[in-house]
């Protein structure tokens, strides 16, 4: 992994030095070896994109944390999941996505962020089940308890299933200030539709939907329908819940993926998805500090072009 040498948030983040002294318990042993030599080297910045409706840049790699985050009071996995963002953090990223359904998932983020003393250094996103003012909002406080923070970066809505499902409390939240962004998702295809005709709608700031190198539908339409609304790009599963490495279990990653930098499969199948303009930034999940600091690189070096694109999913629909 890579990063420049001197890294401190413009935001009020930690540096390097503040994020091994900050009493976290995180020694420079437990730290990766890649993690440790990015620190020492100038670097490559993590690839940014714009947040089509502010232009605020956004690291195009970030951490989803659906059932990895789930371990309750484990120490021991929780230990591990500390080094997890402490690698996202020291590699440029910012992005953090869980929600309100996932087990004690958000409670384990918030203790871990507040012991890292890394709030002010991350864009914190979650999702919640409910549109309705009164149960919703309880929800969402909820929610914002268990992450210890007052507000959010980004408010989504949990699984569009009703084409006339309304961002109207959540827009009133954002203008309380209880989020800076809101917006949708969906990991089932069976209910594209409705998420397309909410997406063209509300025209939300975000749209956060199942997609990668082996579930391309969203490609075809839900991706055109983000552009025009102008909705940031967030996509779930990139790595399909471990099924693309399955696919390529035993085999090397081609030597032709070195003309866009992929020096292995996870960055081989993020790449693939930056590769799409229209994505705004990829979060695969792990509970593996190694892991994170790996896909992080996928934000470094060249990205595919649309030919390359091409090729990249013919070779990995001949696997399967």
């Known amino acids: 992994m890579q990063h420049r ?8 983040g930690l540096s390097r030095r503040q ?6 318990g995180i020694s420079l042993a437990a730290l990766p070896l890649c993690l440790l030599n990015g620190w020492s080297l100038a670097a490559e910045e993590l690839l940014s994109r714009p947040i089509p409706h502010t232009g605020e840049m956004l690291p195009a790699v970030g951490l989803g944390t659906a059932s990895v985050f789930d371990v309750g009071q484990d120490e021991a996995q929780r230990a591990n999941l500390k080094g997890v963002i402490a690698a996202l953090i020291s590699g440029g990223g910012r992005l953090i996505d869980t929600a309100s359904s996932y087990g004690t998932d958000e409670e384990v983020i918030g203790a871990l962020v507040a012991e890292l003393r890394a709030r002010g250094s991350l864009f914190l996103a979650t999702k919640i089940e409910s549109t309705e003012a009164r149960p919703g909002l309880k929800e969402f406080r909820q929610s914002l308890e268990r992450l210890r923070t007052d507000k959010v970066d980004l408010l989504q809505l949990h699984n569009v299933t009703d084409p006339k499902q309304s961002l109207a409390a959540f827009r009133d939240w954002k203008a309380q200030g209880l989020c800076r962004y809101v917006g949708v998702t969906s990991t089932f295809s069976r209910d594209y539709g ?31 329908t983000a552009k025009d609304a102008g909705s940031a790009v967030l996509t779930a599963l990139p790595f399909g819940r471990s099924s693309l490495f399955r696919v390529v279990k035993g085999k090397d990653v081609p030597d032709w993926a070195k003309e866009y930098d992929a020096a292995s499969w996870g960055q081989f199948f993020l790449k693939y998805l930056l590769g799409n303009e229209v994505v705004t930034a990829v979060i695969p999940g792990t509970d593996k500090a190694e892991h994170m600091s790996d896909n992080l690189g996928a934000g470094r070096g060249r990205l595919p072009d649309q030919a390359q694109r091409r090729k990249m999913a013919e070779y990995f629909d001949q696997l399967r």
């Open 194 to 224: 409705a998420m397309e005709a909410v997406v063209r709608r509300e025209k939300p700031d975000f749209m956060q939907v199942e997609y990668s190198l082996g579930s391309r539908e969203a490609e075809k339409r839900l991706l055109p």
């Open 5 to 12: 040498a001197s890294w401190i948030d413009p935001r009020g």
């Open 19 to 24: 994020l091994l002294a900050s009493g976290a």
